[in-house]
């Protein structure tokens, strides 16, 4: 087996200024391949540059080498989320835990990305670090999700954090139940 044939292929997902970028660029071990470009919508008031195509980075866990691509998260660039999901072995969902209206979008992916693969997926609740962040419990019922659905504490700029985030869905596929 080569090491491309080895290689488990992990979306990360989300919504608009979840977080997705930043996840992918903290676990890469190689320099991020991104399509970030200034923001020309309204949306630039709440950052400058946003993916329009995806966030391309790599790690390794346990001996396994793990492509990480990252999504755009804002709709008008939905044409990629189906494109990067096909033959995905896995997919994280990062929701911004201090933002609860935008989690009817992360339904929609999670309705999407499930829509095209039986795979495991976990979510990120992310930016647990900021005042006024929804804690772990409140997430899974705000989101309408199974028991099954691990809902994890995440900081997307921490390494050990997003990590042990990735870690868990790396078992969950290594291990299904």
């Not at 044939?5 to 970028?21: C, D, W, Y």
């Not at 492509?67 to 911004?96: C, N, S």
Request: glycine share 6%; aromatic share 8%.
């Amino acid at each position: 087996m080569t090491m491309a044939q080895n290689a488990l292929k992990i979306v990360v997902t989300g919504p608009f200024n979840a977080g997705k970028s930043e996840f992918v660029k903290t676990l890469s071990e190689i320099e991020v391949i991104s399509t970030e470009r200034k923001i020309t919508t309204e949306d630039r008031q709440i950052k400058s540059e946003t993916t329009v195509a995806m966030d391309f980075g790599r790690c390794t866990m346990a001996g396994r080498t793990l492509h990480l691509y990252g999504t755009p998260g804002q709709p008008r660039f939905q044409f990629m989320w189906e494109i990067l999901a096909k033959e995905m072995d896995g997919f994280v969902i990062l929701v911004d835990s201090t933002l609860p209206e935008s989690f009817g979008q992360a339904q929609r992916l999670m309705d999407l990305f499930t829509r095209i693969s039986s795979v495991p997926f976990v979510v990120g609740a992310n930016k647990q670090d900021i005042d006024g962040a929804m804690r772990i419990h409140q997430i899974s019922p705000a989101l309408n999700l199974p028991p099954d659905i691990l809902v994890l504490p995440c900081i997307a700029t921490d390494q050990n954090v997003a990590l042990s985030v990735l870690a868990q869905l790396y078992h969950a596929i290594e291990y299904p139940r």
